[in-house]
């Protein structure tokens, strides 16, 4: 059964993987909103939680950070 929340194990398991990825490749939130012509607060908000990706904007979020987006999907499926 799905929850209503915005967190999840599953999600937080993402959110790290991508703030690890950031970081990996020497982003700030700042610059990192810059490659995705996003308010630096729309990073934070999924950092924290706060708010959760769609598929289009995971793969975009992939795409800004060079990361192949099945490495992250993977990490949730083999979790499961």
């Known amino acids: 059964m799905m929850g209503k929340t915005v967190s999840s194990e599953e999600n937080g398991k993402l959110t790290k ?3 690890s990825k ?4 020497g ?3 700042r610059s990192l909103a810059q490659v995705l ?3 630096h607060s729309f990073i934070g908000k999924i950092e ?3 708010r959760r990706l769609d598929v289009i904007e995971f793969l975009r979020y992939c795409e800004a950070l060079e990361v192949d ?3 992250g999907l993977q990490l949730i499926k083999e979790e499961q």
Do not use: S
């Open 37 to 39: 012509g996003t308010p």
């Open 22 to 25: 950031r970081h990996e490749k």
């Open 27 to 29: 982003h700030t939130m």
């Open 17 to 19: 993987w991508l703030k």
């Open 69 to 71: 987006p099945y490495e």
């Open 48 to 50: 924290n939680q706060e």
